[in-house]
């Protein structure tokens, strides 16, 4: 029986993507090395255009905003983009089980942005400060509800990231496009989060149909047994996630209680210029650790040399990118946030060591998950989390800013060796450990 034209067709793009070798890790790599530039870039040429039209301490409202719905998105990834990631790596070649994972884990982010959604709305409607900025809330509940869409872990597990990163692409491209057509007075801040959110969700809606009819799966009835066991073993995943954006976030929740929208503001341009670096941390550990995940079933020693030879070859990027920005800092940071004030270009320069520590805990981590050892992993953060409660507030208080930076790395740092402790605490046991492949 002659074979259906449509699906030759499809047959045809398939095989086409398989002879290009696009399921290589180091295609995933420039994939979503692509992809986070696209961010970076975009949002750089976009900051000094936003803060020309809105003013700095907009800005510095804006960002508030943005880092309570970023812990919504946090959230909503839970723990999938860990054990998505693997269960789609090691079920790649099975069409029904993909389709029951992404159908559980979409209808999981669903159920966790609507958690989400009602408990900010209570809070605003609960807490004057939030209560002040309650429209900008309300426009931006898009963002969260775009991130459910954006299925990110499920291509970088079937270590195809070139689909995600060309939707992220028109994604940030739309949102550029709203800006410099519709942000034009200082009133239309309340609109820039509403903006992205649209942009992620109609693409992320794109992205989830093409995945369906190109891939041949389909939607299925979601597991309430899968659902229940993804949100209770993935939760101590959840919690170092949250840690971490904590980590990220705290620092500018806490300088606008305790100081004012403009020094928030300008801290949120160092933050914008320091994510080119932070992101680049975060490609490289994308697009590597499903690979890693793999070598473990090998051994110990396959995996420890794989990841040796990824890191050896990749860490001089990162470096070599930071010494350069500290060279310009001067000219760079005053473009950006028009201000050339030597304590905050001080205070630039001194926080462009952040990334170079979270370089330094990258093997670290990588080995604890793959041989799914979460609980000490997130025990690392949260103590890290509570050491940043005392020490951003305190440092804050006394020194602002300065003290925010100084905070910032040591924290970094107590992650870094507390990681590292961990995988010398659990090395005889990792060395003699398969890969847990039923989980």
């Known amino acids: 029986m002659p074979e259906n034209p449509k699906n030759d067709g499809k047959n045809r793009f398939l095989k086409f993507f398989n002879q290009l070798g696009l399921d290589h890790p180091l295609i995933n790599f420039f994939s979503l090395g692509f992809l986070k530039a696209t961010d970076a870039v975009i949002l750089l040429l976009l900051i ?63 159920l966790l942005c609507l958690i989400f959604t009602l408990f900010l709305f209570l809070s605003i409607q609960l807490i004057p400060f939030l209560k002040e900025r309650e429209w900008v809330f309300y426009l931006g509940f898009l963002l969260p509800l775009g991130h459910v869409f954006f299925i990110d872990w499920f291509f970088i597990g079937m270590q195809k990231a070139h689909f995600i ?24 801040f309340v609109f820039l989060l509403a903006f992205q959110g649209l942009s992620g969700l109609v693409v992320g809606l794109v992205v989830v149909m093409f995945t369906c009819q190109y891939l041949r799966l389909h939607f299925k009835i979601p597991s309430v047994s899968a659902i229940r066991n993804f949100l209770i073993n993935d939760f101590k995943l959840l919690l170092s ?14 300088l606008s209680a305790l100081t004012t929208d403009v020094i928030t503001g300008y801290f949120n341009v160092m ?5 080119p670096l932070r992101f680049l941390l975060v490609i490289f550990s ?25 890191f050896v070859s990749f860490f001089w990027l990162p470096v070599v990118c930071t010494l350069l920005i500290v060279c310009f800092a001067g000219p760079i940071y005053a473009y950006f946030a028009k201000s050339a004030d030597p304590d905050l270009l001080a205070a630039f320069s001194l926080y462009l060591l952040a990334p170079i520590l979270v370089l ?40 602002g800013l300065q003290g925010l930076i100084i905070s910032i790395l040591l924290i970094e740092a107590f992650i870094t060796l507390g990681l590292w402790l961990m995988v010398k605490k659990n090395s005889h046991q990792l060395i003699n450990q398969a890969y847990p492949t039923n989980k």
């Open 165 to 188: 990163a060309l939707a992220n692409l028109v994604i940030k491209l739309l949102f550029a496009a709203s800006v410099l057509l519709f942000i034009q007075v200082p009133e239309d």
């Open 241 to 254: 996630n949250l840690a971490i954006e904590f980590n990220a976030s705290y620092s500018i929740l806490i």
């Open 48 to 110: 000094p255009i936003i803060i020309h039209r809105v003013g700095i301490a907009n800005f510095g409202i804006i960002a508030f905003v943005q880092v309570i719905l970023n812990y919504g998105k946090t959230i909503i990834d839970y723990g999938f983009h860990i054990t998505g990631v693997r269960l789609i790596a090691l079920n790649k070649e099975n069409r029904e089980k993909l389709s029951g994972l992404l159908s559980d884990i979409l209808f999981s982010r669903l």
């Open 286 to 310: 994308q697009a590597i650790f499903p690979k890693v995940c793999e070598k473990t079933r090998e051994g110990w020693h396959s995996m420890l040399a794989f990841l040796k030879t990824a």
């Open 360 to 399: 330094a805990n990258i093997p670290a981590y990588q080995i604890l998950l793959a041989y799914d050892k979460k609980s000490d992993y997130t025990a690392v953060y949260l103590i890290s989390m509570s050491l940043k409660l005392i020490l951003d507030y305190c440092l804050i208080k006394f020194y």
């Open 271 to 275: 933050y914008k210029l320091v994510q």
